[in-house]
């Protein structure tokens, strides 16, 4: 019995000890980071997040087979908690039960019904790992072996718990000292195997398996600590102070660019890792690897070198690496007195290009997939646009074509550079005035439309632009327009990394929007939609804005647009990343086509939460695309796929990309790309009559 006790007691007080250090150092090198502020607000959706997202694993389970898995590989290791204490209570007595439920029948069921399910799971962890093996799925990567030998080993250690648990409390209960019925049916089934060799030797092999059990524990623990299932203690925290309810839509943060606030170490975005956020060091300490990101991404998907999960993983690594720097250990004692040996010391590689690729780094859409797939809350695209805005601020290191667009949005109020002459040009074809302000907003005028670059100066977009205009018209619905007062919202600018001229572009928006008595805003740009909406007012502009898709949607719900029988055909809708995903409006469009009496909808694949980029978010629009397929393309052929006439979506960026694709796969006589309102419109044309059958031929 002492021999026990002191073999049990010392493994824990060393695996402690082990595990301690590491959380120690740890808790010390995230808290090292940048502040983060605003994130101890919204205790109830945290609080939501946690039951969900964490004991509810809703994620996860998005993923059937591996979600259940994991579901009850988490529940399982909870539960089990209690045969913990059960295992180091039988270190002292033998039969020890916990008091008030250590002889439960219920308690025992539970306990052995998880352990069971813990080891059918790993069977099915085992069969996935062989069938997606990471050595096809990662391309390269310096994480191959690591990687492969760190998930077996976890998963060998798992099994190691479960068995000796379950081979322990099947020799107790050949001596006689297990303390649950035949309801902990696990241990009395494998109680038979053992019950031939005597109750003296079950009492060897109770001893020899519960201190095993225990070693094994501590001894996870300690690989835990060590090791990428730190998420099992990080993950509840960094889903408690993610961003709720999602973290997309506006950028974590807004950086003050005014200049008299700017000295000479001040630095813009992110080139080293102490200059991350302590909930950006959260974040990369947190990943699971899972490849659930990765999955999702639209450049990864594309055959291009991004994969979230390596961005992610490589800062990891990198934070860690420069863990003495960062905890204000660079100055060694044997540091020389010779100054320029002592900036050489402190001198550092910056994330791009010496951990992060710059390929890597342009390569992101910005789409929001990776975040919204991750099961523990990481915030992938903050971190990429806080590079990039070192990159493009700091270095002036940017793809090249993406400085003319920049040098356009500065000196024209427009990516293309077309200038704001032609803002007004779209409303010429139609057969109403379209109000344009010049001093404030008249009383009888309920909205300012804001048209968007794409939308007043791009040939195709105009067209969704005029039939949105035209359906208001038709409702009854009294707007203005800008016109040339309109300028680019920003959001190219912002999304490259260029924060200066996104602010410089939002501030000027935001004092002319009121200075003419803006009350309510349509956009017929997602990306300016969500600028406007989301990240407007962390620069002082409040104002309330809709998407036309959410507008069409209500002016069909209250019965002032009623579509036609023009229409009849099949249809796809193509969620916006920036409408979708970002702002959660998925049911308003559908809504508007199911509206229509001879549309019928046929969904992609990927859609709605997990649809597809069409490649133009994150300034891509503007930037070459000479690696991998076109990421237009891929999503265009899934579109082609459903066989529908028509691809319908509520984007400009979006039709032309589709639109593009489209015409590349010379598909453009068979498949039309639509906006919402253009298709509802075409439903109110009068739909033209059957041609008249030939009559019967005469001839003998």
């Not at 898709?549 to 009849?568: M, P, S, W």
């Amino acid at each position: 019995m002492p021999v026990r006790i002191a073999i049990g007691l010392a493994v824990t007080v060393i695996a402690l000890a082990l595990a301690s250090r590491r959380f120690y150092w740890l808790s010390r090198l995230i808290r090292s980071g940048q502040p983060a502020p605003g994130r101890a607000a919204n205790y109830g959706r945290k609080a939501e997040a946690e039951v969900t997202e964490v004991a509810g694993q809703r994620k996860l389970l998005k993923w059937t087979v591996p979600g259940l898995a994991h579901f009850f590989t988490m529940w399982g290791f909870t539960i089990l908690l209690l045969t913990i204490i059960e295992a180091y209570g039988s270190l002292f007595v033998v039969n020890f039960h916990i008091p008030g439920i250590g002889q439960w029948a219920f308690i025992g069921f539970i306990e052995d019904f998880f352990a069971v399910a813990v080891l059918v799971s790993l069977c099915v962890f085992t069969a996935i790992r062989i069938k997606n093996a990471p050595s096809r799925k990662e391309r390269s990567s310096r994480f191959y072996g690591s990687h492969t030998r760190a998930a077996w080993a976890v998963l060998a250690m798992i099994a190691a718990v479960i068995i000796t648990l379950l081979v322990y409390r099947a020799a107790q209960v050949n001596t006689g000292d297990f303390p649950y019925g035949w309801a902990a049916f696990a241990s009395h089934g494998l109680a038979k195997v053992f019950a031939p060799l005597g109750a003296g030797v079950n009492s060897d092999i109770a001893t020899v398996f519960l201190i095993l059990n225990i070693a094994v524990i501590t001894g996870f623990l300690v690989f835990v600590a060590y090791s990428k299932h730190l998420h099992i203690f990080l993950a509840p925290i960094n889903v408690a102070f993610s961003r709720r309810p999602r973290a997309l839509g506006a950028l974590d943060k807004t950086p003050d660019m005014d200049m008299e606030n700017i000295s000479e170490d001040t630095v813009f975005g992110v080139g080293l890792a102490e200059q991350f956020t302590w909930k950006q060091m959260l974040d990369f300490s947190t990943c699971t690897e899972c490849g659930r990101c990765q999955s999702v991404c639209p450049a990864w998907n594309t055959g291009k070198p991004l994969s979230p999960k390596l961005v992610i993983m490589e800062l990891r690594d990198n934070m860690f690496a420069s863990s003495g720097r960062l905890l204000g250990h660079y100055l060694a004692t044997d540091t020389p007195d010779d100054p320029k040996a002592t900036t050489a010391a402190i001198e550092v590689e910056t994330l791009v290009p010496f951990t992060i690729d710059p390929d890597v780094l342009w390569s992101c859409t910005t789409c929001g997939a990776c975040v919204e797939e991750c099961p523990v809350d990481i915030e992938h695209i903050d971190a990429i646009v806080d590079m990039r805005r070192y990159e493009v601020l700091m270095e002036s290191r940017f793809p090249s074509e993406a400085g003319l667009m920049l040098r356009n949005i500065e000196n024209q109020g427009d990516p293309w550079g077309l200038g704001q002459a032609k803002r007004s040009e779209w409303t010429e074809s139609l057969d109403f005035e379209v109000p344009v302000v010049s001093g404030t907003i008249p009383d009888d005028v309920e909205y300012l439309y804001w048209v968007g670059c794409a939308g007043a100066l791009d040939e195709r977009a105009r067209k969704g632009v005029q039939a949105t205009a035209r359906m208001l018209h038709r409702a009854g619905v009294t707007f203005a327009i800008l016109g040339p007062q309109e300028s680019c919202s920003g959001d190219p600018a912002r999304r490259m990394g260029n924060e200066y001229l996104f602010q410089e572009q939002a501030k000027a928006n935001i004092a002319m929007l009121e200075s003419v008595g803006t009350k309510k805003v349509i956009a017929s740009c997602p990306h300016c939609f969500n600028t406007i909406k989301n990240e407007y007012p962390s620069l002082g502009g409040d104002f309330e804005v809709i998407h036309h898709a959410q507008l069409l949607d209500h002016l069909v719900t209250t019965g002032r647009l009623v579509a036609g029988n023009g229409y009849q055909g099949t249809v796809t809708y193509h969620d916006p990343c920036y409408l979708g995903r970002h702002n959660r409006v998925f049911d308003e469009p559908r809504s508007v086509l199911d509206s229509i009496p001879g549309v019928r909808q046929v969904e992609m694949k990927r859609c709605r939460e997990r649809g597809f980029c069409c490649g133009a978010g994150g300034a891509r629009m503007w930037m070459e695309e000479n690696i991998g397929k076109r990421v237009n393309m891929e999503r265009t052929d899934e579109a082609l796929g459903t066989g529908a006439d028509v691809v319908s979506t509520a984007c400009p960026y979006c039709m032309i990309m589709l639109d593009d694709a489209v015409r590349a796969n010379a598909k453009e006589d068979e498949v039309r790309v639509m906006d919402l309102s253009q298709l509802f419109e075409e439903s109110l044309l009068t739909p033209a009559a059957p041609a008249p059958e030939a009559s019967p031929s005469t001839e003998a």
